[in-house]
Structures are given as C-alpha cells and as structure tokens.
C-alpha cells in the first residue's frame, strides 16, 4: 500500500496537540491519542462513551519502544516471534517509571499492548516519540468500524481526523493473551488458538468473561449493530434478516451470506460490515443460522453472543 505522507503528517498534527484521530488497523479502525497524555486519554473514553473501568489497548511500532514501560518475559518474546506485527494483544506488567496515562490502565498495574501490522499506522507509529491509545473507533458496546466510512457514520464531525487505510483485512478485533503467568486468553480474535497453543506448547486457559473486567472487549455487552439478534436460528421472522455463514442456493432479499464457500476467515473479515449493512437496510432484527464453532468460528460465535444482549 502506497503511504500517503501529508495525511501521516496531518495525523501527526493532531496527536501532538492531544487531539484524538481514528486510525487504520489490519484488526478494525481505532480511536487513537496519544498514550503518555491525561488530556488525549480522557478525551478517547470520552468521546467512546466508554465506562472508566474498561482499560485501553496501547499500540506501539516495536518492543524495543515497549520495554521502557513493561516487564517482558519468555512467553512475550515467543509469540512476538511468530505474530507481530498482528493481530495480539499482550497483557503485560507496568514498570514503575511508566509514562503510560494512568487513565488508559484505570490506575491498574497491567498494560494491553500490541504493535499493529497495518503500514499506514506502522508509518505513524514509527514518526511520533509516544504510543497510541487506541480502542476500536465506535461508540462504545456498538460494531467496531472496518473502514473510514464507518468511522464517519459512528461520529461525524467529532473526531478531527480520519487517517484512511482502506479496508481492515482481518475486520475482528486481536486475540487478547495475559502472559505474566500462566499464559490466559482474555478475548478471543484475529489469531486462532491452535495457533498460540503451537509456539507455547502448553494448554491455555480462556477467561473471556470474567466478573471482573481486566482488559478490552471483556463486557458482557458489546459488538451490538443496536437491534436485536438471535441466534442457532433454523428461520426467519417477518421483518427480520436472516445472517448465514455462507450462500444459499436460493436467494431472499433477506438473507445475508458473510462467505461464499463457508470459509470462517473470509466470514469473520466480513462480519460487522454485513451487521452494519444489515442495520441500515432498517431491519428490526436479525436471525443466524447456527455457526460452526471452530477456528474463527469460535471468534464469531462469541461476538455475536455478546450483541445478542443488546
């Protein structure tokens, strides 16, 4: 992809005066400010709408940045190896002398962290002398966006600058893994488990709803295109939309496919586009049809369970 420079150094522009921008991800689009400022922070829940509760991902261009404010480990090392630039988030130790924003963290002791591989923002990341804190650009508990146009839709005029990237190619929120012990997945997401489970080589643990909300995407409500869904859905209600995980042989205006063979990477890139597309066709809900729960599969399943309690 082809970089463009002056939008790189009008986003540059913002972040220094504590402005917040959205920012193109491989994951979904981010609501970014700048890690080390109250001001940026504060501004970021505020304009999310997001309870104080819920920490924010830091994104940084590589761990030799990040080693100023973490504590890493073996287990760090190894999946950063294999997967990043990517789709991971790392919880992490804070170091005393951090100059991360107390506001990111709620004044907890522990970071989300990850190095995003898409090379718009890798350019941002690599020109600025602080990381980003970014959580997904939308209001908070709705669909993240996986364009600029999303990001639009959601704010309009309230964030100073959109830096566009295109399309996420993952269009599912990072794989969320607590390594300071034993290694414990906190949210399912764009790297598959069998995945993780191979460099480790160990049994992982999922706490990925806890009582207790310890890092992003843990709410109990949340990835919500604001109406209803039900789900295992063997048919469709007046009114209501009928999501499928691939095409059907007969077409109703109604139905909606997120993959042409069934592929569960192709299906989860295209889910909260479908959703998003599905809610401003003015639906009053949505059937889906039972998803196999394997691989993405299990990614999928888990953020539509949580808009299911919309």
């Known amino acids: ?3 463009n420079l002056a939008n790189i150094k009008k986003a540059k522009k ?8 959205a ?3 491989e994951t979904v689009y981010g609501l970014a400010g700048n890690a080390f400022s109250d001001k940026a922070c504060k501004k970021v829940f505020k304009l999310k709408k997001r309870p104080k509760n819920n920490p924010l991902i830091v994104h940084y261009y590589n761990y030799q940045n990040l080693k100023k ?4 480990n073996e287990n760090f090392f190894k999946l950063y190896k294999k997967f990043c630039p990517g789709p991971i988030t790392f919880i992490l130790n804070l170091k005393k002398n951090s100059k991360v924003s107390k506001v990111v963290t709620n004044k907890k002791t522990t970071l989300a962290v990850r190095f995003p591989e898409h090379p718009v923002t890798r350019s941002l990341l690599k020109q600025i002398a602080f990381p980003l804190a970014a959580p997904s650009a939308n209001i908070s508990s709705r669909l ?10 959601d704010f309009g005029k309230k964030i100073k600058f959109v830096l566009d990237g295109g399309r996420s190619s993952i269009g599912i929120e990072s794989t969320i893994i607590d390594i300071r012990n034993k290694p414990k997945i906190l949210r399912l997401g764009g790297i598959e488990l069998s995945a993780i489970k191979k460099i480790l080589r160990r049994k992982l643990i999922i706490d990925n709803s806890p009582a207790k909300i310890s890092a992003p995407g843990q709410s109990r409500i949340h990835y919500s295109p604001g109406i209803p869904i039900r789900l295992k859905a063997k048919k ?3 009114d209501e939309a009928f999501l499928f995980i691939n095409k059907k042989k007969v077409a109703k205006a109604n139905y909606f496919f997120l993959s042409k063979k069934g592929d569960l990477n192709e299906a989860a890139k295209n889910l909260y586009s479908t959703l998003r597309k599905i809610k401003n066709n003015k639906y009053k809900s949505i059937a889906v049809a039972k998803i196999p729960n394997k691989g993405m599969g299990k990614t999928i399943n888990d953020r539509l369970t949580r808009a299911s309690k919309f």
Do not use: G, Q
């Open 1 to 3: 992809m082809k970089i």
């Open 14 to 21: 913002f972040l220094y005066k504590n402005e917040c921008i």
């Open 236 to 238: 469709a209600k007046n």
């Open 144 to 153: 993240s966006p996986v364009c600029s146009n999303d990001v639009k839709e």
């Open 69 to 72: 404010d973490c504590k890493l």
């Open 23 to 25: 920012i193109p991800t």
